[in-house]
C-alpha cells in the first residue's frame, strides 16, 4: 500500500507525462485488484487482469488531460473504482453473474468516458480508424499523438521531432490533423 | 475569425484547451459547417486515441505476460577476479578482526526469533475492498471514512479506534477492525474477534476470518492449533486463502 505522498509524487510524475510510470501502477495494484475481482465480482483471471490494464491506461488518459487534477483519494481507490465498473460491464457483456453495485454516491470512476468506450467497441469503427492512423506517416503519427494523447507542451513536440521553432511545429500539428481528417473522411 | 485558426480551435475545443469554450458552443450550434467539421476532427482525435492505447495496452499485456512466466533466473555465475596480493600484515589483522567480530556476533545477539514470530513479522493487512474512502464526498459516513482512510494510509492505531466506535453491526467493519488489530500484534482481542466471524453465516468473508483467526493464534504461541487449521486451508485448493496459506507454512 502506498502512503498519501507516494501516491502524491506518482500522480504528480504521471501528470507531466512521464506515462512509463503506467508500468508501476500495474506492478503495485494488480494481484490486490484481480484477487478483488475474483472474489467479489466473479470475473475470471484473465478479464479481471483485462479491466485492470483498461483501469490503469483510463486513469492516465484522465490525468494528462486534466481531467483528474487532484488527487481525492488514494491511487488504489481510483484504479479499483474504475476497474470494478469495466468488470461490470465486462459481465454483463458475457451474461455472466453480476453482483449488485453497492456504492451510490460520488465515485472516481463516474470520470471515465464511456462515450468513447462504446465508440471504441464498434468494431467497424475501430479498424477504419485504425487503417487511418496506419495511413499517416511519421512525424505526423508523433506530433498529434504527444499534443492530443500525451498532453505534451508545444515546446516539448518541437525539441521531440526536431523541428526548428514553436511555430514551425505548431503550423507542421495543423498540417499533420487535416491529413488526418482527410484519410479518416476516406476510409468512413 | 480566422477560417485558417478554426481546426486548431476545434482540435483544442476537444483537448479541452479552448478558452472559450461556450462562445465556440454557441458559434457551433449556429454554424452546420463548423459542426461537421468538428465530427471529422473528433473521429481523427479518436484513432489518435485508440492507436495509443492499443500501444500502451500491448506494453502492459507484456507485464503481464512476463508476471506469468517469471521463473527463478538462474544465478549468475561468479568468475572471481585474479587479485593482486598486498597488504601484507593489515590483510592478516583484518581476517583476525573479523573473526573476532563474527564469533562476538554469534556468542552475543540476541535469541533468535521463532518461525511463528518471523512468519507474522511479514504479515500485511487485507486490501481494502470494501470501502472507497473518497475525500470530501463521505459527508454522511464520517466515521466510516475516517476508520478507512486511516487503515489505507497505514495508520492502524487511528483505524482501531475508528473502527472500534463504529460498533459491532457491520461484519465487514468488524473484519477490517481485525485486521488493525493483527497488524499491531493485538493477538488475543484479534482471536476473539476472528473466532466470531468465522463462524458467522451469510458473511463473504467467513473463510478468510478463519485464515486470520489461525494468524492470531500464532501470535499468541498455539502453534500446533494454527498449524493444522493453516495445513487444512493450504490443502483446500477452494480456499480463497490457499495461497497465502501455501506460502506461510513454507515459512514456518
Known amino acids: 500500500m502506498h502512503t498519501e505522498s507516494e501516491d502524491q509524487t506518482l500522480f504528480e510524475s504521471i501528470k507531466s507525462g512521464r506515462y512509463e510510470l503506467i508500468d508501476q501502477l500495474y506492478l503495485d495494484h494488480r494481484t490486490a485488484f484481480v484477487t478483488y475481482a475474483k472474489r467479489q465480482l466473479y470475473a475470471t483471471e484473465e478479464d479481471a487482469a483485462d479491466c485492470f490494464q483498461d483501469a490503469v491506461i483510463a486513469f492516465y488518459r484522465n490525468v494528462v488531460s486534466g481531467k483528474l487534477q487532484v488527487l481525492t483519494c488514494s491511487i488504489r481507490t481510483y484504479l479499483f473504482s474504475i476497474g470494478k465498473r469495466l468488470v461490470y460491464r465486462r459481465n454483463h457483456q ?13 465515485n472516481p470512476a463516474d470520470e471515465l468516458d464511456w462515450s468513447l468506450i462504446d465508440r471504441f467497441e464498434r468494431e467497424h469503427d475501430r479498424s477504419r480508424l485504425k487503417d487511418a492512423m496506419d495511413s499517416l506517416g511519421e512525424p505526423c ?3 498529434l499523438t504527444l499534443y492530443y494523447y500525451h498532453h505534451y507542451p508545444i515546446e516539448s513536440i518541437m525539441q521531440s521531432v526536431g523541428l526548428p521553432s514553436e511555430g514551425a511545429t505548431r503550423i507542421k500539428k495543423m498540417r499533420c490533423l487535416n491529413e488526418l ?8 | 475569425m480566422n477560417t485558417e485558426d478554426q481546426p486548431d480551435r476545434i482540435g483544442d475545443y476537444l483537448r479541452g484547451d479552448l478558452a472559450d469554450r461556450e462562445a465556440f458552443e454557441r458559434e457551433l450550434s449556429a454554424n452546420p459547417q463548423l459542426k461537421i467539421e468538428m465530427e471529422t476532427t473528433r473521429q481523427a482525435l479518436d484513432a489518435i486515441t485508440l492507436r495509443e492505447e492499443q500501444v500502451l495496452k500491448d506494453r502492459l499485456r507484456n507485464l503481464e505476460a512476463g508476471m506469468a512466466t517469471t521463473a527463478r533466473q538462474p544465478d549468475a555465475k561468479v568468475i572471481p577476479i585474479g587479485r593482486k596480493r598486498s597488504g601484507g600484515w593489515f590483510a592478516y589483522a583484518a581476517a583476525a578482526a573479523l573473526v573476532v567480530f563474527v564469533a562476538g556476533y554469534f556468542l552475543l545477539r540476541p535469541a533468535p526469533a521463532t518461525p511463528e514470530q518471523l512468519a507474522l513479522s511479514e504479515f500485511e493487512p487485507f486490501t481494502n475492498i470494501a470501502y472507497t474512502v473518497t475525500k470530501g464526498a463521505n459527508d454522511g459516513d464520517d466515521g466510516r471514512a475516517a476508520a478507512y482512510a486511516a487503515y489505507e494510509t497505514g495508520d492502524y492505531a487511528t483505524a482501531e479506534g475508528a473502527f472500534a466506535a463504529l460498533g459491532p453491526d457491520d461484519p465487514v467493519d468488524r473484519f477490517y477492525f481485525g485486521q488493525t488489530l493483527l497488524a499491531q500484534e493485538k493477538y488475543a482481542s484479534a482471536r476473539d474477534l476472528y473466532r466470531e466471524l468465522a463462524t458467522q453465516t451469510d458473511f463473504n468473508l467467513t473463510q478468510e476470518s478463519a485464515y486470520y483467526l489461525a494468524l492470531a493464534n500464532l501470535g499468541l504461541g498455539q502453534a500446533d492449533e494454527a498449524r493444522e487449521e493453516i495445513r487444512r486451508i493450504a490443502d483446500n485448493a477452494d480456499h480463497p486463502m490457499s495461497r497465502e496459506a501455501r506460502q506461510l507454512l513454507e515459512k514456518l
Do not use: F, N, Y
Not at chain 1, 458475457?94 to 460520488?106: C, I, K, L, N, Y
Not at chain 1, 481528417?181 to 468512413?188: E, G, H, I, M, Q
Open chain 1, 94 to 106: 458475457r451474461q455472466r453473474e453480476m453482483p449488485t453495485d453497492h456504492e451510490a454516491g460520488v
Open chain 1, 181 to 188: 481528417k482527410k484519410l479518416v473522411k476516406k476510409t468512413s
Open chain 1, 141 to 143: 503519427r508523433e506530433i
